[in-house]
């Protein structure tokens, strides 16, 4: 159940060294991209320690049956018991939507206990799965977030169209029959709220509507919720409880900006049945702004940070005919096509002041002939070391083509996803100030960071490697990181 590794290497400088050398003082030294491990590369002296495996681990289910764990790891939550940064509860979500006769179809969502005992992270007894069979299941779990009373919510990305586009004859979700008033493709898509103590789903939140729920923010006022719609074009949302803690009644707004891109208001929705089934059709119609695929979700001092991944051409005309209106930085961006052909290969990095309302461009990703290859951002957390605020992108490549990768990534065929650090305290930041922090082996998607309380460990994922990697990084991973913050 135990396994740990050690990494004591600076890699080797491949292509660019772009983000080699940190500028200022910076909790590590960043490392250089390389296009051909199939290791976890991280900065000199960092060392990892392997705590839960695909299939390799088995889960506990509350039947008693102890079944290979589920793959494809996403968001992570670290629970601390009693405030301890080297004791708590890991809880995982599984972005997955297909069959799986065992363990039920659709994703999922394990947990386990940890604790780090001689400077390495074990896991304590046993791994266990909770079921959503109570809620109708759940499909494709993404992103998360803790509310302030400690309940979990775990985001349904990507919720299908018809039962059939559900099933996909029959390889993924299998129980099309209706649920809870619902058609079953309707359930899919929502936000979930799951309690900690008893390790039991509560509910589906429809009141914060159906959409391709990426992630999700909780603000310490126990009402409000932030939420990102990973769509192209796709709206971004916040919801407001009627009552704290309770987050099954409550208003959902969708941003609205200004044409000028120097303000923006939040439109309210109806709060029937049928247009939070509908979510983002009616955001678009009430004139909601219009993305490329907002991801993740973070808040530093009152600032909204959302990673936006882009992607290349979409066609924004239906939701432009409908009502909806282009954000500014996408309308503006010199690659633009035309009115309803928008492009934006690499992705940005927003910032959304709550007071203003203001959306404005924190970094653009670029390619390997612009000064850089930081593409695509998806994931996205925050840390505090040595009284100085990070903000922690990784990457999600979409496609390898546009010089996302280098010239031998794409001779293979293949993609390297990074992580990056961004000192906050930055004016006006740049790609040049982003401080690489790791690259993933072979294929993956590094997601799932999350910090322990003393900002001395990070959680995070390797989700999704080749296969054909050697062991232990040719299947899906969660990892503790230390020794360098």
Not at 58 to 63: G, N, P
Not at 181 to 190: A, D, L
Not at 260 to 288: H, Q, Y
Request: proline share 5%.
């Amino acid at each position: 159940m135990y396994r740990f590794t050690v990494v004591l290497v600076l890699s080797a400088t491949i292509g660019l060294a772009f983000a080699f050398l940190p500028m200022g003082e910076f909790p590590f030294k960043g490392i250089a991209p390389n296009d051909t491990t199939q290791n976890l590369l991280l900065p000199k002296g960092a060392q990892y320690d392997i705590l839960f495996s695909e299939q390799l681990d088995s889960v506990l289910t509350d039947d008693g049956r102890k079944l290979p764990a589920k793959g494809k790891q996403d968001f992570l939550a670290y629970l601390p018991i009693n405030g301890s940064s080297q004791h708590g509860y890991i809880y995982v979500n599984h972005e997955l939507r297909n069959a799986n006769d065992l363990l039920g179809d659709g994703g999922g969502m394990s947990w386990f206990e940890v604790k780090q005992e001689n400077g390495h992270w074990k896991v304590v007894n046993d791994f266990h799965y909770i079921s959503f069979d109570n809620l109708g299941g759940t499909w494709h779990n993404c992103g998360g977030g803790v509310t302030p009373k400690g309940s979990i919510l775990t985001a349904e990305e990507y919720p299908t169209n018809s039962n059939a586009e559900l099933s996909k004859d029959g390889t993924h979700f299998r129980d099309t029959s209706d649920f809870n008033g619902f058609k079953r493709y309707e359930h899919m898509g929502w936000m979930v709220e799951v309690d900690p103590k008893t390790n039991k789903p509560l509910h589906k939140l429809y009141a914060m509507g159906r959409y391709s729920h990426e992630d999700v923010h909780c603000m310490p006022d126990g009402k409000t919720v932030y939420l990102t719609d990973d769509q192209s074009p796709g709206a971004f949302f916040r919801f407001v409880a009627d009552k704290k803690d309770d987050y099954t009644k409550g208003q959902l707004y969708a941003y609205q900006q200004t044409l000028d891109g120097k303000g923006g208001n939040w439109l309210a929705l109806p709060r029937d049945t049928l247009s939070m089934i509908n979510a983002r059709e009616v955001a678009f119609k009430l004139g909601a702004t219009l993305f490329k695929g907002h991801e993740w979700v973070e808040v530093v001092n009152g600032k909204i940070y959302i990673t936006e991944t882009g992607g290349d051409t979409s066609n924004f005309a239906k939701a432009i005919r409908s009502g909806g209106k282009p954000a500014y930085h996408i309308s503006q961006a010199p690659n633009r096509i035309n009115d309803t052909l928008y492009d934006a290969p690499y992705g940005h990095v927003l910032v959304l002041d709550p007071i203003t309302n203001l959306m404005e461009v924190l970094i653009t990703g670029g390619d390997l002939n612009d000064g850089g290859n930081f593409s695509q951002p998806d994931a996205l957390t925050a840390v505090s070391i040595n009284n100085k605020q990070y903000l922690v992108v990784c990457e999600d490549i979409g496609s390898i083509k546009r010089n996302r990768v280098g010239p031998a990534a794409l001779a293979k065929n293949e993609k390297y996803n990074e992580m990056y650090f961004l000192d906050l305290s930055k004016p006006n930041p740049s790609r040049d100030n982003l401080v690489r922090f790791s690259v993933g082996p072979r294929g993956c998607e590094q997601t799932g960071p999350i910090f322990t309380p003393d900002s001395k460990t990070m959680f995070m994922v390797v989700q999704n490697p080749d296969k054909r990697n050697a062991e232990p990084f040719n299947r899906s991973i969660v990892v503790a990181i230390t020794n360098c913050f």
